[in-house]
């Protein structure tokens, strides 16, 4: 099960990029993927063929990636603002976006106050 604190330690761990798409074995990946999702491997890109044309996480850059991880009936593309998860034995495609860091202004600080930019 992806809890909350998992998604935490995942941000956490994969805050940079880990390498490259070989390093993260992304083909092996994309091959269990392969089963139940339109998913296209190409030079620099990937493109899931299940999403709409015009959805914003329809296709990424390899580049872009922080990491891949596997679960139980899940993989998990981390990039820096968000996870995208796609079922091992399901079509199922979720997206978790990370929640934005409100930064305090010095002045907020020193009243105690939070200020919204």
Do not use: C, W
């Amino acid at each position: 099960m992806i809890t909350d604190e998992v998604i935490k330690e995942i941000y956490k761990k994969f805050n940079k990029p880990q390498g490259n798409a070989e390093s993260m074995n992304l083909d092996y990946f994309l091959d269990i993927l392969s089963k139940h999702h339109k998913i296209d491997a190409k030079e620099k890109e990937v493109v899931i063929g299940d999403l709409e044309e015009f959805n914003p996480f329809r296709r990424f850059l390899k580049r872009a990636l922080n990491g891949v991880l596997e679960f139980d009936k899940m993989i998990a593309f981390v990039f820096p603002n968000h996870i995208l998860f796609l079922g091992k034995d399901t079509d199922e495609v979720r997206v978790h976006l990370k929640p934005s860091e409100q930064k305090s202004s010095f002045l907020s600080k020193i009243l105690g106050k939070r200020t919204h930019r």
